[in-house]
């Protein structure tokens, strides 16, 4: 991974891991032990699967660049498909309060999103390759007249 791309992803988990700080210690107070700890779970599972989505996304961008849109698209339909399945296997749990956990993963998915979108704007990407000065110009072919 590159370090532009190490950056982009830390400028993410930080203010999601952020998040799920605040949404464990409001889970806390509300629903006591269990509640903190469903927090703590969503939070994970959020830092977890969009995490390797931006690896795997990454990974895509640099083998064939060709399917990266239609890749995000797919990853992020599969990443909330996840979620939900998440959500539906641990709402009767008694492990963690399943309220917690629900708010928290919805809390820190929106949070993720909206890092990584200011994460990318803020991000100073080329447009232009500067090695690309160093090959030949082309020559015009057309008439001079």
């Known amino acids: 991974m590159r370090s532009e791309d190490t950056r982009s992803l830390l400028r993410t988990v930080v203010p999601t891991a952020a998040a799920g700080a605040i949404a464990t210690v409001i889970s806390g107070v ?3 032990g269990k509640g903190a700890i469903g927090a703590v779970v969503g939070t994970l599972i959020v830092i977890l699967f969009m995490g390797i989505g931006v690896v795997v996304l990454q990974r895509t961008a640099k ?14 339909t599969a990443q909330l498909l996840l979620l939900f ?20 993963l ?8 909206a890092a990584q979108a200011r994460a990318h704007m803020k991000a100073k990407i080329l447009y232009v390759d500067p090695d ?13 007249s």
């Open 106 to 113: 919805v809390a820190t998915t929106l949070v993720w999103m």
């Open 85 to 104: 399945i998440f959500v539906a296997v641990f709402k009767d749990t008694t492990l963690f309060n399943p309220r917690a956990f629900a708010a928290t």
């Open 132 to 144: 690309s000065d160093k090959g030949e110009k082309p020559e015009n072919s057309g008439s001079s």
């Open 30 to 32: 509300v629903a006591g």
């Open 63 to 76: 083998t064939l660049p060709q399917l990266f849109q239609a890749m995000g698209l797919m990853l992020y």
